[in-house]
T-cell receptor, first 112, second 114 residues
């Protein structure tokens, strides 16, 4: 069974810092990996989707990389802002399935 | 373009009652997914519907059920509610079962069991 782990569970940084969030998964047989943002009490906002054939995707200040063979993905946030404060979740879609397997998330706080 | 919409926003029920949650997918999306986010347990997959059929279900008891309508909207039904059913229930949609596009989520229904 696919298991997804995110480290660290919580992270606090001063505004303006660049930061990296980590995601690891146990089974490399995946279609894609998706990064989400969740604000308290809210649903999920899709940030980036990386297909299994891709190495990275970029959107604005966000860059996500995927190393499928080692079962790892990173989300890089440049020049962090207080508005980036949220929980960040990664999720993988395994081969043969349409549903996503989620990590437990990293709670990010950006201090002004 | 309207996103995934869910109703109601909040619900309070007591043990043993039944509840129905509703989801409207993004226009043109035929797949609807239901997930449960309980405190301390993370996001767990519940059910997947596509083209009106249940295609897969997660490791949940049969009292969790649902259906998908011809307009691709969906309902999640939970019978004989238990305290541990208290959670945020999230619905997501995607273009279809052969699509490799991202899943987009609604804001969820917060269910509290007293």
């Amino acid at each position: 069974k696919q298991e997804v782990t995110q480290i660290p569970a919580a992270l606090s940084v001063p505004e303006g810092e660049n930061l990296v969030l980590n995601c690891s998964f146990t089974d490399s047989a995946i279609y894609n990996l998706q990064w989400f943002r969740q604000d308290p009490g809210k649903g999920l906002t899709s940030l980036l989707l990386i297909q299994s054939s891709q190495r990275e995707q970029t959107s604005g200040r966000l860059n996500a990389s995927l190393d499928k063979s080692s079962g790892r993905s990173t989300l890089y946030i440049a020049a962090s802002q207080p508005g980036d404060s949220a929980t960040y979740l990664c999720a993988v879609r395994p081969y043969g399935a349409n549903n996503l397997f989620f990590g437990t998330g990293t709670r990010l706080t950006v201090i002004p | 373009e309207a996103g995934v919409t869910q109703s109601p926003t909040h619900l309070i029920k007591t043990r043993g009652q039944q509840v129905t949650l509703r989801c409207s997918p993004i226009s043109g999306h035929t797949s609807v997914y239901w997930y449960q986010q309980a405190l301390g347990l993370g996001l767990q997959f519940l059910l997947w519907y596509d083209e009106g059929e249940e295609r897969n279900r997660g490791n949940f008891p049969p009292r969790f059920s649902g259906r998908q309508f011809p307009n691709y909207s969906s309902e999640l039904n939970v019978n004989a509610l238990e305290l541990e059913d208290s959670a945020l229930y999230l619905c997501a949609s995607s273009p279809g079962r052969y699509s490799n596009q991202p899943q987009h989520f609604g804001d969820g229904t917060r269910l509290s069991i007293l």
